[in-house]
T-cell receptor, first 110, second 121 residues
Framework: TQLLEQSPQFLSIQEGENLTVYCNSS?????LQWYRQEPGEGPVLLVT?????EVKKLKRLTFQFGDARKDSSLHITAAQPGDTGLYLC??????????FGPGTRLSVLP | GAVVSQHPSRVICKSGTSVKIECRSL??????MFWYRQFPKQSLMLMAT?????????EQGVEKDKFLINHASLTLSTLTVTSAHPEDSSFYIC?????????????????FGPGTRLTVL
């Protein structure tokens, strides 16, 4: 069974600060996705990474896929209150269903 | 693009009744649809995977007779919670994928609906 761990579980920071959240596993994934979910809504896809070592940027968000495709990180620069939400990573391994991590709940205070 | 809708967004029902939730892909054909359940402040738990025209594949511990899934077309999947009880109260979310791993070049993205909040009294 593939498991994904995310850290930290909770994070509360002030507006303007930088932060990094991590997604780790002992398993190799063919692709990994990051989502943000707000209360009462479905997750919204932020990015998909498929190549080991890949780095993708989405405005103030930088995503990295580990060289061995077992881990990933999400870095947010100059966080804003609108970044508040539950950040979920999900990995899939060569045709198998996605496995979701437990999520990192981010709160950005104005 | 890649919009998925769910209906209803909220439903309150009495114990013992059945509830149907619809999941539609609005601007793409969904080869595969997934149904998830999410408890408060927890992550998503996959309940079942459905492919158009075939029986759903349920995850271990999910009762197939209680959670009936029908993927009747490439744009519609339904989840029916039969004889609902208070412990079935939860946030149910569907997602849809335009392909499979094998047809998407290893990048089988899934797009989520907005979720359905079920409360069983």
């Amino acid at each position: 069974t593939q498991l994904l761990e995310q850290s930290p579980q909770f994070l509360s920071i002030q507006e303007g600060e930088n932060l990094t959240v991590y997604c780790n596993s002992s398993s190799v994934f063919s692709s990994l996705q990051w989502y943000r979910q707000e209360p009462g809504e479905g997750p919204v896809l932020l990015v998909t990474v498929v190549t080991g070592g890949e780095v993708k940027k989405l405005k103030r968000l930088t995503f990295q896929f580990g060289d061995a495709r077992k881990d990933s990180s999400l870095h947010i620069t100059a966080a804003q209150p609108g970044d508040t939400g539950l950040y979920l990573c999900a990995g899939a391994n060569y045709g198998q269903n996605f496995v979701f991590g437990p999520g990192t709940r981010l709160s950005v205070l104005p | 693009g890649a919009v998925v809708s769910q209906h209803p967004s909220r439903v309150i029902c009495k114990s013992g009744t059945s509830v149907k939730i619809e999941c539609r892909s609005l601007d793409f054909q969904a080869t595969t649809m997934f149904w998830y359940r999410q408890f408060p402040k927890q992550s998503l738990m996959l309940m079942a995977t459905s492919n158009e025209g075939s029986k759903a594949t349920y995850e271990q511990g999910v009762e197939k007779d209680k959670f009936l899934i029908n993927h009747a077309s490439l744009t519609l999947s339904t989840l029916t919670v039969t004889s609902a009880h208070p412990e079935d109260s939860s946030f149910y979310i569907c997602s849809a994928s335009p392909g499979t791993f094998w047809t998407s070049g290893g990048n089988n993205e899934q797009f989520f609906g907005p979720g359905t909040r079920l409360t069983v009294l």
